[in-house]
């Protein structure tokens, strides 16, 4: 497309099932659609912030696992006695 829109094809089955969520909404299906794809397409901070620190993992090369479990291990609360 020209705009840099998509045309995506779905089955019949689907196609009714959206047809019918849409009608409950009372929305238009494009509409209900429209929202429904940039419902599930949009990323969450927590998402934002996991990539981040994944990047920066790869990156600079981690913490030690030893290291981690170390850290780990000693924020744990020790058993009630």
């Known amino acids: 497309m020209a705009d840099g829109g998509l ?10 099932r959206l047809k019918a969520r849409a009608e409950a909404a009372g929305q238009s299906v494009e509409d209900f659609a ?5 419902a599930v397409t949009q990323r969450s901070p927590e998402a934002e912030e996991m990539d981040r620190i994944c990047a920066e993992t790869l990156r600079d090369g981690g913490v030690p696992w030893e290291e981690f479990e170390a850290r780990l291990l000693s924020t744990r609360r020790s058993p009630a006695g």
Do not use: G, M
């Open 7 to 16: 045309t995506l094809q779905i089955d019949e089955a689907l196609a009714e």
């Open 34 to 38: 429209r929202q429904a794809l940039d």
